[in-house]
């Protein structure tokens, strides 16, 4: 399987209480039913959960302005304890012929933990240390 980088976003407080904004560039990755401007898909995070959302386009105007929806977006967030400046990153995994192409998609939630000789260092959510209660 090929894997392709399709985003990779920081994330602003909007994106935390309310939806995921996403990118237009994207939308190519994902097939929408003939008229329809939303589409579901799964993702599995870096610890092999599924986890469903739901992608919506506006309806009317020039731009697209698609976004991850609350309903499917919220309980990642609050799952993986998301908080401003954490970023999201989604791959989709293809294999096979153009017209029998099998699509997977993951999904990364992560924190900068450090800069390292000018870089940012991130790491996934789920490999942080757990501090006791």
């Known amino acids: 399987m090929e894997q ?3 985003f990779t976003k920081k994330l ?3 994106h935390i209480s309310h939806s995921l904004s996403f990118p237009t560039h994207a939308l190519d990755a994902f097939s929408f039913p003939e008229g329809a ?5 799964e993702a599995v995070d870096a610890t092999d959960n599924v986890w469903g959302f739901c992608l919506s386009t506006r309806l009317t105007g020039a731009h697209p302005k698609p976004v991850l929806l609350r ?3 919220r309980r990642f967030v609050e799952q993986k304890g998301l908080v ?3 970023r999201v990153v989604f791959f989709m ?3 096979g012929e153009a017209d029998g192409m099998i699509r ?3 999904v990364r939630a992560q924190r900068k933990v450090m800069i390292l000789m000018g870089q940012d260092v991130w790491v996934d959510v789920e490999d942080l ?5």
Do not use: C
Request: aromatic letters at 14%; charged letters at 25%; zero cysteines.
């Open 129 to 133: 240390p757990v501090y006791g209660l």
């Open 37 to 41: 401007h939303t589409t579901r898909f």
């Open 12 to 14: 602003k407080p909007t």
């Open 93 to 95: 995994e293809r294999s």
């Open 4 to 6: 392709v980088h399709l």
């Open 104 to 106: 997977r998609y993951t």
């Open 84 to 86: 401003p400046e954490d």
């Open 71 to 73: 309903s499917s977006w």
